[in-house]
Nanobody, 119 residues
Framework: QVQLVESGGGWAQPGGSLRLSCVGS????????MGWYRQRPGTQRELVAH???????TYADSVKGRFSISRDNDKKMVSLEMNSLRPEDSAIYYC?????????????WGQGTQVTVGS
C-alpha cells in the first residue's frame, strides 16, 4: 500500500520561504510521477507542481519562478521549495503520486500539511 507522508508546513511571512518534503513508502518510488496539490479555503484542489519519473517539471502559472519541485529517488523523497511566499499561497498542501499526476488523477495522496502566509 502506497503511503505518502508530508512534513515542513507551517507559518511564514509574506516574501518568506518554506520547504515541504514528502516521503513515500510501499512503492517503487522511482517509477512514479510525483506532484504537489494545494487546497485553499472554499476552492478545489489545484496542481501546484509536478515532476515526472525522469525529472521533468511543470508548474502552475501562479507559482512559476517562485516554487521549485525536486526528487531524490534514493531517499524516496519529493520536495517543494517555496520562495517569495504570498498570502494567497496559504493552503493545505498535498503530496501525490501516480503514473502522471499532471494529466491523470493521482493514485495516492498524503494527509496534507498546512501552509499559512501572513504578517
Amino acid at each position: 500500500q502506497v503511503q505518502l507522508v508530508e512534513s515542513g508546513g507551517g507559518w511564514a511571512q509574506p516574501g518568506g520561504s518554506l520547504r515541504l518534503s514528502c516521503v513515500g513508502s510501499g512503492m517503487i518510488f522511482s517509477v512514479y510521477a510525483m506532484g504537489w496539490y494545494r487546497q485553499r479555503p472554499g476552492t478545489q484542489r489545484e496542481l501546484v507542481a509536478h515532476i515526472t519519473n525522469l525529472g521533468a517539471t511543470t508548474y502552475a502559472d501562479s507559482v512559476k519562478g517562485r516554487f521549485s519541485i525536486s526528487r531524490d529517488n534514493d531517499k524516496k523523497m519529493v520536495s517543494l521549495e517555496m520562495n517569495s511566499l504570498r498570502p494567497e499561497d496559504s493552503a493545505i498542501y498535498y503530496c501525490t503520486a501516480g503514473p502522471n499526476v499532471a494529466t491523470l488523477p493521482p493514485q495516492a495522496w498524503g494527509q496534507g500539511t498546512q501552509v499559512t502566509v501572513g504578517s
